[in-house]
């Protein structure tokens, strides 16, 4: 759920080539905050996806060597980033399979951003940047997934439950991606 002094609503628009100007913004002011306790900073999520529509809000992964390290905490703390309290936003469901996060927010009144810190070497990392590049190689489903999110967009307009249904079709579209990496040899680390 977002903070009251985030948008409630959905609102999709075209990709554009600012948000990755933006996301290098915000990773150069997370990597001074957070120094060695940042393994890597990635874009991820929609708008790193060029001509995927999305919702405004810049998606970055920080991995970290642990999730829960006080330090990656009081980094944050020092840019006034607020820890978002749902239980979704502290672990990762993938299958059966969970997978410890943080998910911190801006401070009010900034650029809308959601940083995803996650585990190095993790599994949900993996899945992060997977979506993405997948979606960057692949212009069909890229197409079809932006469809999707539109129409889901247009029959309900909340953020909670846009979220919901596009969480559960997610799977189907990583089965794709999971095959496309398989067929491609794809790292994501590379």
């Known amino acids: 759920m977002p903070f ?3 948008a409630q609503v959905v609102d999709l628009v075209p990709w554009s080539p600012r948000w990755g100007q933006e996301f290098e913004s915000l990773a150069q002011q ?4 957070l120094g060695s306790l940042a393994v890597a900073i990635q874009h991820i999520g ?6 995927l529509l999305a919702k405004d809000v810049i998606d970055v992964q ?3 060597r642990e999730v829960d390290h006080g330090g990656v905490e009081a980094a944050f703390t020092s840019l006034e980033f607020r820890r978002r309290p749902e239980p979704w936003n502290r672990v990762d469901v993938i ?3 969970e997978f410890s996060k943080a998910v911190y927010a801006p401070p009010p009144g900034a650029r809308a951003v959601n940083v995803h810190v996650r585990a190095e070497g993790s599994y949900s990392a993996r899945y992060a ?3 993405r590049d997948y979606l960057r190689a692949d212009a069909e489903a890229r197409a ?4 999707f999110k539109l129409r889901v967009a247009s029959a309900v307009g ?3 439950p846009y979220g919901q249904i596009k969480g559960a079709a997610l799977p189907l579209l990583m089965r794709c991606a999971e095959q496309w990496a398989t067929e491609t040899a794809w790292l994501p680390y590379k």
């Open 129 to 131: 940047l997977l979506f």
């Open 4 to 6: 009251e002094d985030e």
């Open 62 to 64: 920080v991995l970290v």
């Open 30 to 33: 997370l990597r001074g905050a």
């Open 95 to 97: 299958g059966e399979r």
């Open 46 to 51: 929609s708008t790193s996806v060029p001509g």
């Open 158 to 160: 909340q953020l909670a």
């Open 144 to 147: 079809t997934w932006a469809g």
